[in-house]
Structures are given as C-alpha cells and as structure tokens.
C-alpha cells in the first residue's frame, strides 16, 4: 500500500515535501513508508533527501510528573495551610525520593521554610510552571530554551532526533514498479516467454553467506610454527600430559632448596586430593636430600635439613621443566644399559601459577621449552642455538644478560630487539642445568645440558597485535577475533 501510495502520488504531483506529513495524511506507518523510500530510491524510482527535525520528548519521571505534578507542587500540597507538618510525617507522606527533590525544589523557589523540625508554607498558592512545561512538551508545543535547560538539567526531558525524507521523480521512475525475473526457468524456454521478460541484472560483486567453520586459535598457530622449527632443528617432542606433579620433581629434582619462595602457596597451586604422591625413585631420591642437605660434586649444598614429606606434595606444576628433569632422569638410566646417546628435547604447553592477573600475566599459561644434552656443551654452543632459534621466529638481533635461576648456571635472560616498538623486549631465559641437578641422575660427569624458555603467549601478543593477553586465552576472549586473524604469517 504504502509503494502504491507513493508512486501513485507522484504521477500527479511533482514531490513528496515531508514522509512524515504523507505518512499522516494516507494513514500509513512512517517506519514502512522510510523503508519503502530507501527501496525506491535504490532502483531509482525516487530521488530522496533526509530531513531531520530535532524534539524534546518526556523521560518516564518526566511523563509521571506531567500526570502528578511536579515534586515541589506536591510538596506544597502536602503541608497544611496552617501550622505545618513534622518533617518525617511530611517524608512518610511522599516518600524519601519525592520529598528529598521537592524540598530542595520548593525551598528554591521560596514556597516553604524548612523549619528544625516543622515544615511550613511561605506563600499560600502557587503555580505548578513545570508541569505546565512538561504538558506543553508533551503537545508539541514551543517551549523558551531557558525552560528546555532547566527540565533537561533535571532529567525531565531528552532530545529526540526525527528522520525523514523528502522525494521526488527519479530518473528510472514509473508508476508501477516492474518486476524483473530473476531466473530463467524451464516454462520460459518450453513457452517462448523469456525473450519478452526482463531479467535482473547479475551483481558480481555481492558475496555469498558466510561459511561457518572452525577457526585455529592464534597460540595454536604459533604453537604449530615453533613446534615446526624445533622438528626441523632435530629436536623430539616430549610428553607433557602430567598436569600434576609432585614437588620432588617440579622443584626438588632441580636443585631448588624447599625453603626457596617460588614454593610458598601463594606463589604454587598445591592439591588438596590427592594431596602427596607415593611414586617416587627411592635411590634417586635419597642422592637427591645428600646433595641438598651436605652437597656433593663439588658443591657445598644448601645445609638444611630435608623433608621428605615436603618433597611429597602434590601441585599444578609451575614449569615444564619437571618434564625435562624425568626425562633425563630416564635417559640417565638408559646409559646403564647402553652407551650414551646425545639428545635434544623440546615441549610446548599449560603451567600454573598462583599469580595475580592483569593484562600481561594469567595463572595458567604455556611455557615452551627446548633442551640438548651432549658431552662438552658450553655456554658458547647455547647462544648459538639460541641465534639459530630465534632467527627461525624472525628475530635476528639478541642480547644475553646475565641472571640467576636455582638449576642453572651460568644463566642468561634473552633479550630481541622489536622493531614496531623501537626497544629492546625480553623474550626468554636460558643457562646450563647444574652438576648438582644432573650428577645425582646418574648422568656421565661430562655430559652437559643447555636449556631455555619462554612463554607462548608473548610472542603471540607481538605477533597478532594484542596488548592484553585476557583479550587471547581465558573467558574474555572475542570469537570474533579469533575468526578474523590472520590464516598464516609469511616470511618467518
């Protein structure tokens, strides 16, 4: 109706001056008449133009006191004409809110006096101007911009943006929309009809529905580069399926004293069932207290008494490097049976922390970890892995500073050069694991292991442009992101 309406109008009248006044006049919706409009003037029946008239419409409490009157009025109706009225029965009467804004109200405008403990009128009429305002509002009526400041000041009233359009003839315009065909089925060819039909034109540029599919996670594309880099560099993945571990061997086995802070709780996710562990290598163990309580291998210890129940205690492990220390662990009781093999181990994935989150750090995290065990490795062959590691990631300038870890000396934190943030960025730690940490294992006392880590999460956040990493694992993230990101990284 509303198409036919307009078209027709037009083949007597030059234009539609506003949508909304035709709207009125034929009793049609203005929503259905814009949309129509819009359509129109896509096939270019119609040449339309906005227009956009701005209205003052009544909030809800502005509505209420059109019906009520204002707070003030009623707060003055509310006191006798003589004597007045206790102020809590005054309140009780109103309400809290009512009374509060009309006791401001009325005492601004001198209506009462608010006595100790008495309300009282000062004047014995008074004319209600706002309701009156909200009234003549409500009625589309003009109101003085002062008036307009003051109710909207008291959130009586908000403005309101009203579109329309006006339109004319355009250049395609016929009384009656054609209806084009817009396939060509098998009755048009059989009968002839398709020579005489106006099919509609093809747009080759308009795309189809979305597919929906499974999107990969940005870590899990980075995981699978880094996982890539160290196969080719000969490394051979090991199983990190042990979520939990015992405290022997994610801090003990590696030489780390057990009154170092890095095992307190609020630092560890200790478990309360199953709350200690009944594996563990009695031998291995009992070389494992000497070397902490007296030392060894040229060591002096950490000269305390050692607790075995302290050792026992199941956690979330902090690091994968309780992976690394059974595996070699393994691979030093393997040399018992057979001569020693070289090695070189990697693994990606999940540690946990008890650490307060924010934009760069979570309790739950991957760590990723490479480590080569050999005969006479020295410090000189880890910064050239590193160099070689690290080229492969596309970061070619390194720095090494000097730092402290229990199971590592020498240890060095790593350091690249970021060229989108123009300074020097840490990326990781690295040393050589300890004679106190590899001797008791049973290892060859020249056989040397060079080790180093990072997190996944970091070079994914410099990657993918993420500033905080809640907006890339945990439940804040935005699947949107996740379907848009890049489907792989060239020149890496």
């Known amino acids: 109706m509303a198409e036919e309406a307009i078209l027709g109008y037009l083949a007597k009248n030059e234009e539609i001056g506003d949508s909304g006044e035709f709207a009125s006049k034929h009793g049609l919706n203005h929503d259905e008449v814009v949309n129509v409009i819009k359509s129109l003037h896509g096939f270019r029946y119609v040449e339309a133009q906005d227009i956009k008239r701005e209205s003052w419409v009544l909030t809800n409490e502005g509505k209420l006191y059109a019906d009520t009157g204002s707070p003030e009025a009623q707060l003055f109706l509310a006191i006798p004409p003589e004597g007045g009225i206790p102020r809590e029965e005054l309140q009780i009467k109103l309400g809290p809110l009512l009374f509060k804004i009309g006791c401001a109200q009325a005492a601004k405008n001198r209506w009462v006096d608010m006595g100790g403990q008495q309300v009282t009128r000062r004047v014995q009429h008074v004319d209600d101007r706002v309701k009156d305002l909200l009234l003549k509002i409500k009625e589309g009526q003009v109101v003085d911009q002062d008036d307009i400041k003051a109710l909207k000041a008291r959130k009586l009233i908000v403005p309101q943006t009203w579109n329309g359009y006006s339109l004319k003839k355009g250049p395609d315009y016929a009384p009656q929309r054609k209806k084009f065909a817009a396939d060509l089925t098998r009755e048009m060819l059989q009968s002839g009809d398709w020579k005489n039909v106006e099919f509609k034109e093809y747009n080759f540029n308009a795309k189809g529905q979305p597919i929906e599919a499974g999107h990969l996670h940005p870590l899990n594309k980075v995981r699978h580069q880094l996982r890539m880099i160290f196969l080719q560099m000969g490394f051979e993945e ?66 305390y008494d050692w607790s075995r129940e302290e050792a026992n205690k ?73 160099h070689d590691f690290f080229s492969r990631l596309g970061m070619s300038k390194l720095r090494f500073k000097p730092a402290y870890n229990p199971y590592t000396e020498p240890s060095m934190e790593i350091f690249s050069y970021h060229e ?54 945990g439940h804040k993230v935005d699947l949107g992101l996740i379907k848009t990101n890049p489907i792989c990284r060239l020149g890496l």
């Open 314 to 386: 199941n956690l979330l492990r902090t690091h994968t490097t309780a992976v690394s220390a059974r595996m070699l662990y393994n691979l030093a009781q393997d040399t018992l049976k057979k001569p020693f093999t070289p090695k070189r181990y990697f693994s990606i994935d999940r540690v946990f922390r008890n650490e307060a989150v924010d934009r760069t750090h979570l309790a739950e995290f991957h760590q990723i970890e490479g480590l080569i065990c050999d005969r006479g490795l020295t410090l000189g062959d880890l910064i050239g892995v590193l």
């Open 238 to 303: 090991m199983p990190t399926d042990r979520y939990v571990e015992s405290s022997f061997w994610n801090f003990d086995a590696l030489f780390q004293p057990q009154q170092h802070p890095a095992r307190d709780s609020h630092d560890t996710f200790y478990l309360k069932v199953p709350s200690t562990t009944k594996e563990l290598p009695e031998d291995y163990v009992e070389r494992v207290k000497c070397v902490h309580e007296s030392g060894g291998y040229g060591s002096r210890g950490y000269e």
């Open 420 to 473: 989108g943030f123009g300074k020097w960025v840490e990326v990781g730690n690295s040393g050589m694991f300890r004679p106190e940490m590899l001797l008791p294992m049973g290892l060859p006392e020249d056989v040397r292991v060079i080790a180093w880590g990072l997190s996944l999460e970091r070079p994914t956040m410099i990657m993918y442009g993420y500033n905080n990493i809640r907006d890339l694992f």
